[in-house]
């Protein structure tokens, strides 16, 4: 069974910083391509960044020159760097693995998420 589970959200003030991981099991991760997504209460899930199995990453207009998504194939990890915070940016984030022809997520499980909330 294809399992994520997302960490290191928080509260945090504009400007600030989080990290977030996720970490995948039940799939052969370092094949895959891996997506950030995230929804904020409201709205639609959108995707925030992907990272390719060979390492380029793409990032949505909102989150260029502020977030850095990375991976780890030893750990089955994926990151999400998040700097300079804005309101917007509160959601609950997920990951999943994508499907880089159809830009759409792989797999119908997703984790808990993890919250974000930017506020002072």
């Known amino acids: 069974q294809v399992q994520f589970v997302e960490s290191g959200g928080g509260l945090v003030q504009p400007g600030g910083s989080l990290r977030l991981s996720c970490a995948a099991s039940g799939m052969a991760f370092s094949d895959y391509a891996m997506s950030w997504y995230r929804q904020a209460p409201g709205k639609q899930r959108e995707w925030v960044a992907d990272?390719?199995?060979?390492?380029?990453?793409n990032y949505a207009d909102f989150g260029k020159g502020r977030f850095t998504i990375s991976r780890d194939n030893a750990r089955n990890t994926v990151y999400l760097q998040m700097n300079s915070l804005k309101p917007e940016d509160t959601a609950v984030y997920y990951c999943?693995?994508?499907?880089?022809?159809?830009?759409?997520?792989?797999?119908?499980?997703w984790g808990q998420g993890t919250q974000v909330t930017v506020s002072s």
């Open positions: 999943n693995a994508l499907h880089e022809v159809l830009r759409r997520p792989i797999f119908g499980t």
């Open positions: 990272v390719s199995s060979g390492g380029p990453t």
